[in-house]
């Protein structure tokens, strides 16, 4: 636990140091112009940031919403973690219970192991997400109440953003 702490204080030290320098991408984002694309994305749970990056450059930051329960790694099934650790947003939903989703490749075999010496099901379906179809972010208390199973939430305004600049197969870390 100490090394993702070190870690995560390392990270947080280069995102400021980033915004701070400049190195934040300030363009326009209208639909005719292409966006820059993330080539990873970072999500400081406890700050409750989801970061897009490309190379060193912070190119956004947003606040998210995470599960009820945020504290800790997601053990399994209906505990309303969001996971920790390193996955993958292997695929992208137009049509979802929610405005948009990119798919969390939560668990991993690591995460699958667990579950099973412990006798449970890990659970699955994290995604990164807008807001409820046919529901206001007042309603589920976006963004300052974590109010989902365990995915990342954000605005659908926020998510067509992330949509455009987030493609299949980009790399995820959560940390605490």
Same mark, same amino acid.
């Given at each position: 636990?100490?090394?993702?702490? /070190?870690?995560?204080?390392?990270?947080?030290?280069?995102?400021?140091?980033?915004?701070?320098?400049? !190195?934040? &991408?300030?363009?326009?984002?209208? /639909?005719?112009?292409?966006?820059?694309? *993330?080539?990873?994305?970072?999500?400081?749970?406890?700050?409750?940031?989801?970061?897009?990056?490309?190379?060193?450059?912070?190119?956004?930051?947003?606040?998210? /919403?995470?599960?009820?329960?945020?504290?800790?790694?997601?053990?399994?099934?209906?505990?309303?973690?969001?996971?920790?650790? /390193?996955?993958?947003?292997?695929?992208?939903?137009?049509?979802?219970?929610? &405005?948009? *989703?990119?798919?969390?490749?939560?668990?991993?075999?690591?995460?699958?192991? &667990?579950?099973?010496?412990?006798?449970?099901?890990?659970?699955?379906?994290?995604?990164?997400?807008?807001?409820?179809?046919?529901?206001?972010?007042?309603?589920?208390?976006?963004?300052?109440?974590?109010?989902?199973?365990?995915?990342?939430?954000?605005?659908?305004?926020?998510?067509?953003?992330?949509?455009?600049?987030?493609? !299949?197969?980009?790399?995820?870390?959560?940390?605490?």
């Amino acid at each position: 636990m100490r090394r993702i702490g /070190a870690f995560t204080a390392f990270l947080v030290g280069i995102i400021v140091f980033a915004v701070h320098s400049g !190195a934040v &991408y300030s363009g326009t984002m209208t /639909a005719g112009l292409t966006s820059p694309k *993330a080539d990873r994305v970072v999500v400081l749970k406890t700050a409750r940031k989801l970061f897009l990056m490309q190379q060193d450059r912070v190119l956004r930051i947003y606040r998210v /919403a995470l599960g009820r329960y945020p504290l800790g790694h997601k053990q399994q099934q209906g505990d309303a973690k969001t996971p920790e650790g /390193a996955y993958t947003l292997d695929f992208k939903l137009r049509v979802s219970d929610f &405005y948009k *989703a990119i798919h969390v490749s939560y668990p991993n075999e690591t995460d699958i192991s &667990y579950a099973r010496a412990r006798g449970v099901d890990p659970g699955g379906k994290i995604m990164i997400h807008g807001l409820p179809n046919k529901m206001r972010a007042t309603r589920v208390g976006h963004p300052m109440i974590d109010w989902t199973q365990g995915c990342i939430a954000v605005t659908n305004r926020e998510m067509d953003e992330i949509w455009r600049m987030v493609d !299949a197969g980009t790399p995820i870390q959560i940390h605490p």
